[in-house]
């Protein structure tokens, strides 16, 4: 296998099958035991040794639900086995899951955490200074609590008449992985468990008539010695915690299991973002579309709760109190037994998607689930689910379903791959063509000899496994073939430098990056092989990263590679051509406005080779520049493409110029910091420490950004020309005056459309009242308008440099603002998203009147000039995400 480019140490060792989720934007979260630690790939490493910044989730001890009273006698039947031995007093994460983009209250991703009580809570990034604890965002648990006890969903209780004086009770808790006796406990866990009730679902016991409390005292039993023991309720320390026994309802051991499998919750995943058009949510012309996505949680009662969370309304970078809107659509009785996983995918366009979901349970049967779209917006009646049963792709009486992973791939929508992980250490992949819901098995594998704890796929049909085993194999799929592949023998950059052992023990779990470049797995590490004074103290595991993107996967048939036929730092020519492959197909899968924009991967791999073979990362970039803006590849170097494709920067999506922008920046311009490449962009004045080539890729940025600004100030003056300030739910425009004096300042170099919306301005006498100076922040003195970068006040004792809005240009107010890592610019205020989906600049404005949907105030928080995810600035020993 190849050698690892770099790893994290941890402090907490996982337990449950795939404990390692990748986020959309560039976050890892891996459950280790009763710890959720967040870190970002870029900085992977321990905090405690200065290496990098972490967050982290503690989950919380959580009190039982108060679900029924059951008799004393019944405590010993077998289904209320497991709660009555279970003596767990913390919980741990069973299953984690990240959410889509833009479903925070910031913009980025909430995590979903589902721990062993069978609790799902979901969790956003903290906004306040200096602490790296997630804050929780809302607890599914208790909505779904309440929905069962407000509706009829469990079953009757028992009549009065049959418990009437019978004394009531509370001990015990429920779990699945305890297997000893209250009579068994040591006289130490007895001590610790005097005031403590343990995890899970409260276990109410009706006690006999022998031991009846006192009239009109209501009481209930706690264990002491492995006995139950009358205590005063209204004397206990706990009775704040528990309503009153006798308030609780009477049913049977039976019903008790019943409802406590319904509350245990066991896997969690969440659905891409769907986005529907107003026709398919049957509102309004002028509503713009629905965004959402669904979280679907499975529990031991084998059915899947599905949840829909609505994107915010608006973003905030500095107010964390914005909950998140969550409303139930429906139940799936799914199977007969636990759900162990899940996982969904979405096939088809945007303005009609078409949710699958994919199950598996205990009994060994896999089953894919279809949605009904209209329905996923309609919660009137949850007895009719969103999702009917499209397949039962595995039936029952096989080995558990541990893991599952979807791929609908790129080149052929109506294809969707299934690849199922099984407890016995096999995993089988499934093709579908859902145009005519045939299902085949494309192969089965029992390399692993323990449980598969991951599966994922990447690129076209490249799946990558691991068992408990500690080995991790990657797999091609061709047409119905399935055939295991070596992994690529040399990675680009130096290996790992932190000194952590090797000593593993099994793999729980793996991970792609956004670009397909890269994998990220957790192994646990063997503490008998570790120095016990210090190694076995620190290190309970690793998050190992390794680079894929020279997988051979791609059969080669358009790349040519024009370079030696010779080997460059032990890379052979067949491993360069596959990397040029991986990197482009990545690259092209990123142009897509739809998907995030995360090149962390593929910028890390460019410059790894940069540093190695400078004249491969160019030959690249000159085909990718050549195919993308000049339509073709052409047998021309990179000074040659550079000067050609500025003239067709109006004809390119957004997108495109976005990506241009990150690659001069990072890339090809990373020896300069932000701060520089503003400053010499501003004054258009080449610095002398600029080498040989930059001087090109300089003004290539100058212009895709100026093409970019005069995109966004279009649509700000088309805003105010078509009177969107009186419409709600529109995007409107600020600092039109700053605007406008930008116009003249570069009237000899913008189009004429712009000249036309300007004049149109002017017509209406909009500007006319308006001050165009600004006041300083910090001396009152004003602020003349020179640059939509910067600005300096006229003080009289002090000059101040102000940073300017990269939206409105106005002078940016002293309060937290949104920030690029790219830019490094700031903004106040945020850019319509139709400046992120612009396919060209508008020949003429006047046909995008009747496009209600334009300027919807839906803005999401992203830089107008690079495209990545705004955040707000923290210090470097605070996590924050890193998107290149």
């Not at 170099?749 to 006041?775: A, C, F, N, P």
Request: aromatic share 8%; with cysteine; hydrophobic share 40%.
């Amino acid at each position: 296998m190849a050698s690892r480019f770099q790893a994290a140490p941890l402090a907490a060792s996982p337990v449950y099958p795939n404990a390692i989720a990748w986020s959309e934007e560039n976050l890892i979260a891996v459950a280790c035991g009763h710890l959720v630690i967040i870190l970002n790939p870029a900085l992977p490493q321990n905090p405690a040794l200065s290496y990098g910044s972490r967050g982290l989730i503690t989950v919380p001890t959580c009190n039982p639900y108060p679900i029924g009273l059951v008799k004393s006698e019944d405590l010993l039947a077998e289904c209320l086995l497991p709660t009555a031995l279970c003596r767990d007093r913390r919980p741990y994460v069973r299953s984690i899951s990240w959410s889509p983009l833009g479903l925070a209250s910031n913009g980025g991703c909430l995590l979903a955490v589902c721990t062993t009580e069978g609790r799902v809570k979901l969790y956003g990034q903290p906004y306040s200074e200096f602490c790296a604890e997630w804050v929780e965002v809302m607890d599914l648990s208790d909505k779904l609590y309440d929905y069962l006890v407000k509706s009829n969903v469990w079953e009757p209780e028992m009549p009065d008449s049959e418990c009437y004086h019978e004394q009531t009770t509370e001990l015990g808790c429920t779990s699945d992985h305890a297997n000893f006796v209250p009579n068994s406990i040591s006289k130490k866990e007895r001590k610790r468990g005097r005031d403590q009730v343990p995890n899970g679902m409260g276990l109410s016991v009706a006690a006999s008539n022998s031991e009846k409390p006192h009239a009109g005292r209501s009481s209930y039993a706690k264990m002491k010695g492995g006995k139950l023991k009358a205590i005063d309720c209204e004397s206990d320390k706990r009775k704040r915690k528990f309503p009153e026994a006798c308030s609780l309802p009477r049913i049977t051991a039976n019903q008790y299991a019943s409802r406590s499998a319904m509350l245990s919750l066991i896997a969690v995943a969440w659905s891409p973002l769907l986005c529907f058009s107003s026709k398919t949510s049957s509102a309004s012309e002028n509503t713009p579309p629905h965004k959402f996505s669904i979280i679907a949680v499975g529990g031991k009662s084998g059915s899947i709760s599905l949840w829909r969370i609505d994107a915010p309304q608006s973003y905030s970078v500095e107010h964390s109190q914005m909950p998140a809107t969550m409303m139930l659509v429906g139940f799936i009785q799914a199977h007969d037994s636990w759900v162990t996983a899940i996982n969904l995918a979405v096939l088809g366009s945007n303005s009609n998607p078409q949710v699958l979901l994919a199950s598996g349970s205990s009994d060994g049967s896999v089953k894919i689930w279809s949605s009904n779209s209209e329905k996923l917006l309609d919660t009137s009646d949850y007895n009719d689910p969103p999702f009917f049963l499209l397949k039962e792709v595995i039936s029952s009486n096989n080995p558990p379903v541990s893991v599952l992973s979807l791929q609908i791939p790129v080149q052929i929508l109506e294809r969707v791959l299934l690849a199922v992980g099984k407890g016995s250490g096999s995993f089988e992949i499934w093709t579908c063509d859902i145009s005519s819901c045939k299902f085949s098995k494309a192969g089965l594998s029992d390399r692993h000899e323990c449980i598969v704890t991951g599966l994922a796929w990447a690129f076209e049909g490249c799946l990558y496994s691991c068992g408990q085993d500690n080995y991790v194999h990657c797999w091609l799929l061709r047409g119905n073939s399935l055939c295991e592949v070596p992994f690529p023998s040399n990675t680009p950059g130096l290996t790992s430098s932190t000194d952590l052992p090797d000593t593993f023990l099994s793999c729980l779990g793996l991970a792609v990056s956004p670009g397909n470049l890269a994998i990220a797995m957790v192994r646990n590490v063997d503490g008998d092989l570790l120095d016990p004074m210090y190694e076995a103290r620190t290190f309970k595991a690793v998050v190992e990263f390794f680079w894929i993107g020279g997988q051979q996967w791609d059969p080669l048939s358009n790349t040519s590679l024009e370079l030696a036929n010779e080997s460059f730092f032990g890379f052979s020519e067949k491993e360069l051509a596959y990397w040029e492959s991986s990197i482009l197909w990545s690259l092209k899968k990123i142009e897509n406005s739809k998907k995030p924009q995360v090149m962390w991967d593929s910028i890390a791999a460019l410059l790894a080779f940069k540093k190695l073979i400078p004249e491969y990362v160019n030959h690249i970039l000159a085909k990718w520049l050549s195919i993308t803006y000049l339509g073709s590849h052409m047998n021309l170097s990179v000074d040659e493409i550079l000067m050609r494709i500025s003239i067709n920067f109006p004809k390119v999506t957004s997108r495109l110029l976005h990506l241009l922008n990150i690659i001069c920046r990072c890339l090809v311009l990373s020896e300069l910091n932000s701060d520089e490449i503003n400053r010499e962009l501003d004054l258009r004045e080449p610095t002398r420490t600029m080498v040989k080539g930059q001087s090109l890729w300089m003004e290539l940025l100058f212009r895709s950004e100026k093409e970019l600004r005069q995109r966004l100030v279009s649509l700000s003056f088309y805003a105010i020309l078509v009177k969107t300030a009186s419409q709600p739910g529109y995007w409107y425009p600020i600092g039109v005056a700053q605007m406008e004096q930008w116009v003249e300042l570069n009237c000899d170099h913008i189009k004429d459309q712009l000249k036309v919306l300007t004049e149109g301005l002017w017509k209406q006498r909009r500007l006319s009242s308006v001050d165009v100076e600004e006041q300083c922040s910090y001396c009152s003195a004003s602020v003349p308008f020179n640059s939509p970068e910067i600005a300096s006040c006229r003080g009289l004792e002090q000059n101040h440099k102000l940073a300017r809005c990269a939206v409105s240009m106005q002078v940016c107010p002293v309060k937290p603002l949104w920030f690029c890592k790219c830019c490094s610019r700031q903004i106040s205020k945020l850019a319509p998203e139709a400046l992120f989906t612009m396919a060209r600049y508008p020949q003429d404005f006047k046909s995008l009147m009747d496009s209600s949907c334009l300027l919807e105030k839906m803005s999401k928080p992203l830089c107008p000039f690079c495209g990545i995810l705004l955040q707000r600035l923290q210090p470097d020993f605070l996590l924050s995400a890193s998107p290149v």
